[in-house]
């Protein structure tokens, strides 16, 4: 148990469903990430937030929207998919550092797999 | 700049050998180098990190190589078990002040570590 929670584990969805991916961290981290894994492709990084404020977005398409309502939640909406958006949501958190020397561990929940129909 | 190249893609080993794993970047910014292992089904975890300062680390059967003037660094598995085979993920970052450490993933390699 790496202290950070997905649901659903599974979903599938048609590509005019909305649904929304929730992500839970108890290790009282700063730091919230999405990324999405394909295979045999890098993890690519979608989503940063830091103290609750988004500040990175990697050109994610807008159908994907997060969301951050506290430093301990997460979510992803998703809307009008598409099947290239089939892939492996992987949620993270870190403790930010505010100095060089501190090494940041990312804690990764077991994701969503993510099937659109 | 900001890729890291990871090879090989797929790697089987027969119990007790040697894994080697390699990993290479361009960026001369990154100052952190974590390498991530994936059990199927699960998200993956810090295996083993390093910083420039030092041209080796070792964690038990884990060690990494870095050639901070090549920019490459590699995973090395002593002993390899089965219970070793998983996905690895070298990665890369560099500090950002204020705002959180971003890593840039390579593709990754599935280790079979054959008994």
């Known amino acids: 148990e790496t202290g950070v929670t997905q649901t659903p584990r599974h979903l599938v969805m048609g590509m005019t469903n909305k649904k929304s991916l929730k992500c839970e961290q108890h290790?009282?981290?700063?730091?919230m990430y999405w990324y999405k894994q394909s295979a045999k492709k890098p993890l690519e990084l979608m989503f940063v937030y830091s103290l609750e404020e988004r500040v990175e977005n990697n050109s994610v398409p807008s159908r994907f929207s997060p969301e951050c309502p506290n430093s301990s939640h997460l979510f992803l909406h998703l809307h009008t998919l598409q099947p290239e958006d089939s892939a492996l949501y992987l949620c993270a958190s870190s403790q930010n550092s505010i100095t060089r020397a501190t090494n940041e561990k990312l804690f990764f929940g077991s994701g969503t797999q993510l099937s659109v129909l | 700049q900001q890729q890291v190249k990871q090879s090989p893609q797929s790697l089987i080993v027969q119990k007790g050998g040697i894994s080697i794993i390699n990993c290479a970047y361009e960026?001369?910014?990154?100052?952190?180098f974590p390498w991530y292992q994936q059990f199927p089904g699960k998200g993956p975890a810090l295996l083993i990190a390093?910083?420039?300062?030092?041209s080796e680390k070792k964690e038990g059967r884990f060690t990494i190589s870095f050639n901070k003037s090549a920019k490459q660094f590699s995973l090395h598995i002593m002993d390899s078990q089965p219970g070793d085979s998983a996905t690895y993920f070298c990665?890369?970052?560099?500090?950002?002040?204020?705002?959180?450490?971003?890593?840039?993933f390579g593709s990754g390699t599935q280790l079979t570590v054959l008994p």
């Open positions: 960026n001369t910014a990154f100052d952190y």
């Open positions: 390093i910083r420039p300062d030092v």
């Open positions: 290790l009282g981290h700063n730091a």
């Open positions: 990665a890369a970052s560099s500090f950002r002040v204020g705002s959180a450490r971003q890593l840039t």
